[in-house]
């Protein structure tokens, strides 16, 4: 659905150019004259907001490796060096550090938009399947950078992650020293985690020149969920699009910006100020902010083995959804119940990122067990008895009629 | 461009064979390298060498902490009461059942070694904690008896035995 590109350039240099990459028309056709529906809101800026997020990550990450020594003896030293001695190396570790936190908040609107208004049903499964990807390797890359600091919290972070992988049954110990490179975490864990938290930003980048090429093909949806039928369903890329994008963008820095000046340790942990002590956990140990739902899922289940195949699955269902969502409506605005499911859906996701930062005892266990249930209910029950037995209400004709009124 | 497609097997078709089946061997061949760098290297391994321990200055009812193969070891002195408490349990009713003979040497009931991390994901238990006189994992909570078993929590095996035998009545040999 690219729009039909007439693109000619004025300078002779760039005829030239065309004639031999016709890069021009891509860039034209893709981000110029690309027909967006006229309705999309907010919400659908975060997708622009996540590639800045990317940006922000690769290049403030690339000069941090500058002045980091992925060494046992010298990983906690050399980032202190960064808050200290190099210059304006704070701004950046603070920056690189929070980007971190924007950038899952930001994946996890983006997420939770593309399931209010069913943006992963037929033909967009891909376009949503190559998320989950980008969603996968962004928590792999998260969880290593973090690692990297070699704090009491990264060095326990490590390990417990690590050993997820010893509940695999028969070869679960021969695989964890693999990962580790020795008996136990260390500096060869801490090595080759340097080395792949450098390699897997540009992974994500390819899959999201995947996501962003299938998000081309299918075009964009919308929040009635019905599929642009006539010119005037859409308006131009730029500059609709690109405004509304810029201008979101520059409202998410401020907020950025008021975590890295103002509070820039306030989704960290104190302990992890403490150097890496392999005969010491500390007394209580979270992840970050952004994988604690998942560690609540983990720790709702009594037994190894399932808590770690819980937690595999709650984010591989996600990969599922396409199918399990049986109904043929997209957008929530049409489908009553769905809203009120998607909302405690919302509720419990938050409820249990609450309940993944608190100590695993008494209440705290069994409203993450009530939690963990309604979470894989949503997935694998509501969701496919919903397109059954939901009534819902009639879709507009078009988009526009959506906008203007019947009489348009 | 044109292909000519015949029925018959061509030489072109044994080239394909051929040419993808050196490829998937060579494929295959490199993979190893590139795995087997990530276990451990021989230094690693060097560093694993057995250690001796001196039990002599561990007091009554003392738990010290050693390191081998950058695992903390816990050698735990028990008292008369704590031996006790581990033989006199159930065996059948704990999680995973083991009698307390089978973690200590034969005539050396005092002296429990374990390897100090939980079976759950890996974190360091307190010693002298929980409702078992054992261990406390603070991570998630699991609880060891003064034998080193799991009686309570999300750990599924007891405390592991690291390889040791006795050099003499006060001194142990890790590895």
Redesign the interface.
Known sequence: MSGHSTYQPQSKVLQWLEKRLPIGALVHSSFVVYPVPRNLNYLWTFGGILAFMLGVQIVTGIVLAMHYTPQVDLAFRSIEGIMRDVNFGWLLRYLHANGASMFFFAVYVHMFRGIYYGSYKEPREVLWILGVIIYLVMMATGFMGYVLVWGQMSFWAATVITNLFSAIPGVGDTIVTWLWGGYAVGNPTLNRFYSLHYLLPFVIAGVVVLHIWALHVVGQNNPTGVEPKSEKDTVAFTPYATVKDGFFMAVFVILFAWFVFYIPNFLGHADNYIPANPAVTPTHIVPEWYYLPFYAILRAIPDKLMGVIALGASIVILAFLPWLDTSRVRSARYRPLFRQFFWLFVIVCIGLGWLGSKPPEGIYVILARVFTIYFFAFFLVILPLLGIFEKTKPLPNSISESVLGAKA | MTTVSSAEHTRRDFLYIATGAVGAVGAAAALVPL?AQ????AS?IAA?APIEVDLAPVADGQII?V?W????IFVFHRTKKEIEEAQKVNVATLPDPEPDSARVKAGHDQWLVVIGIC??????PLPHQGAYDGWF?????SQYDTSGRIRQG???KNLALPPYTFVSDTKIQIG
Do not use: Y
């Open positions: 795995i990530m276990n451990p290297d690693t694993g902490k390191f193969r950058s695992k903390p079976t759950h994901l890996g974190c360091i994992c603070p991570c998630h909570g999300p750990a599924p």
